[in-house]
T-cell receptor
Framework: DGGITQSPKYLFRKEGQNVTLSCEQN?????MYWYRQDPGQGLRLIYY???????QKGDIAEGYSVSREKKESFPLTVTSAQKNPTAFYLC????????????FGQGTRLTVV | DAKTTQPPSMDCAEGRAANLPCNHS???????VYWYRQIHSQGPQYIIH???NNETNEMASLIITEDRKSSTLILPHATLRDTAVYYC???????????????FGQGTTLQVKP
């Protein structure tokens, strides 16, 4: 089955540690996205990539880093520089044209203690 | 990238049609209107999209005004499982002057009541 997979579903880390969230898709999509969602809020764009080895900052990129070495994979690293990393993180992919729509993973809930 | 405006919340009686409005007055000619919904603690789910014409699929209907400055998502017979946050987004394709960003607003929280 084609789809987009995020892992793990729940993640706990100590403050000051970097953590990498995985996102893999087998939909042959060129574009991939990372979003952050806080309780009761909408999705905010962290980074997006439209092609391998290229990515652009979204609205809240500070404290995060990404790589796009393969078309299928777009991992997100939450660094120690991110002041409030505890959140729900969502990954998505789409065709370059955006049609018919973006597909989302089920999300990773990161808790930093 | 055009912005969208949606009411923060709406209620609908179970079995009735739910009509969710969206304003996108700055939409450009090559931008599509998309609707997604998000059920609590899950990833958003694509519902429907359109450019100019009205569209219908197994989930919903999309009515776009002639000037394309607004649209309405219609859930014809709302059920309790349709309770979710509904997002309206406008976006063009790559290479059409669009940045490629997929920007979500705050959406409309639809509460379907028995």
């Amino acid at each position: 089955d084609g789809g987009i997979t995020q892992s793990p579903k729940y993640l706990f880390r100590k403050e000051g540690q970097n953590v990498t969230l995985s996102c893999e898709q087998n939909l042959n999509h060129d574009a991939m996205y990372w979003y952050r969602q806080d309780p009761g809020q909408g999705l905010r764009l962290i980074y997006y990539s439209q092609i391998v080895n290229d990515f652009q900052k979204g609205d809240i990129a500070e404290g995060y880093s990404v790589s796009r070495e393969k078309k299928e994979s777009f991992p997100l690293t939450v660094t120690s520089a991110q002041k409030n990393p505890t959140a729900f993180y969502l990954c998505a992919s789409s065709s370059l044209q955006g049609l018919p729509g973006a597909f989302f993973g089920q999300g990773t809930r990161l808790t930093v203690v | 990238d055009a912005k969208t405006t949606q009411p923060p919340s709406m209620d609908c009686a179970e079995g009735r049609a739910a009509n969710l409005p969206c304003n996108h007055s700055t939409i450009s000619g090559n931008e599509y209107v998309y609707w997604y919904r998000q059920i609590h603690s899950q990833g958003p789910q694509y519902i429907i999209h359109g450019l100019k014409n009205n569209e219908t699929n197994e989930m919903a209907s999309l009515i776009i005004t002639e000037d394309r400055k607004s649209s309405t998502l219609i859930l014809p017979h709302a059920t309790l499982r349709d309770t979710a946050v509904y997002y309206c987004i406008v976006r063009g394709g790559h290479g059409s002057g669009n940045t490629g960003k997929l920007i979500f607003g705050q959406g409309t929280t639809l509460q379907v009541k028995p």
